[in-house]
């Protein structure tokens, strides 16, 4: 992975996919205590917890010729439980505005078409930015003025025609450390 990337040293790479990692465990374990407390409390959708605990929580099941996998979204794609990555169309992940750290439901179904369903949303924030992009990969980034930095998934960028320079809303997990954030709207 890192050899197609040029221009960048490996300790950096590291270090920078070692903080993407912390910042996607981190949402983990904010959605675990945030599960146990609606649990704890009572608080919690009945059907979706026997629907949960049926699928035997984060597994993968042949249930009726369907496969069931539950993972985490990351900002461009599942990880399933099973280790595996699974590509969320941009332009689903885009329109459902899917935050780095949301829990997800991947069914498989009998045919082969991929069913993805939104289980677990991490607390989000909203934040006010700009657009930048970098010339020479095409990719989409939203800046704040204190210089924090969020990848865009170009699909939600395009389809919101943006630009270099437009005022946008961002949506990233709430006090969590994130690579990438979920394009709200732009301010014109």
Known sequence: MFDKIKGKNKDYLDNEFLDQLEGVLENIQTNVKKALELVRTGQVDEELLKESIKSNSLGLEADNANSVVEGVFNGQIMIGSDGKEYVIPPNYASKSKLVEGDLMKLTITGNGSFVYKQ????????????????????EYYALTDDGKKWKLLNAAVTYFHGKAGDK?????????KSAWGAVENLIK
Request: hydrophobic share 40%; glycine share 14%; no cysteine.
């Open 119 to 138: 289980i677990g949303p991490v607390d989000r924030e909203q934040i006010i930015a700009t657009l930048t992009k970098n010339d020479s990969t095409g």
């Open 168 to 176: 946008i809303v961002v949506v990233v997990p709430k006090g969590g």
